[in-house]
């Protein structure tokens, strides 16, 4: 090595588990990867049915091609992401539906008894 030259490498770990990567562990054997996973679908971006929509059309197209291509198997492994993607819409939106009639049942109780509230207070 020459006096003065500046090194431009990173020089190598000398830990016994540096071909491990950094923050995995072994402690679970997989399964808090595989449900974190399945939470972060379930909480993630999933959720907004236009998505939702665009993934249930583009299997749907995709099943299509492959039974032109006359893949049987490809195009019903199509047609279950389709029908996955819709069903997780459906709840979707009748949850959106729920929470959209309770706000508006609260809405209306605060109102009437806003109302309510408002004709005894001036008769006094």
Not at 17 to 25: D, M
Not at 94 to 103: A, G, M
């Given at each position: 090595m020459r006096n003065g030259k500046?090194?431009?490498?990173?020089?190598?770990?000398?830990?016994?588990?540096?071909?491990?990567?950094?923050?995995?562990?072994?402690?679970?054997?997989?399964?808090?990867?595989?449900?974190?996973?399945?939470?972060?679908?379930?909480?993630?971006n999933s959720k907004n049915p236009q998505n939702l929509e665009r993934l249930v059309e583009k299997y749907r197209n995709l099943a299509k091609e492959a039974l032109s291509a006359g893949d049987e198997v490809l195009n019903q492994n199509y047609l279950q992401h389709s029908d996955h993607f819709s069903r997780i819409l459906s709840e979707v939106n009748?949850?959106?539906?729920?929470?959209?009639?309770?706000?508006n049942e609260e809405i209306e109780k605060t109102s009437k008894e806003e109302n309510n509230s408002s004709p005894i207070e001036e008769k006094k």
């Open positions: 500046i090194r431009r490498f990173r020089p190598r770990t000398h830990n016994k588990h540096s071909s491990r990567r950094v923050g995995h562990s072994n402690k679970n054997n997989g399964i808090h990867q595989i449900n974190s996973h399945r939470n972060n679908f379930r909480n993630g009748e949850n959106r539906l729920k929470n959209n009639n309770n706000t």
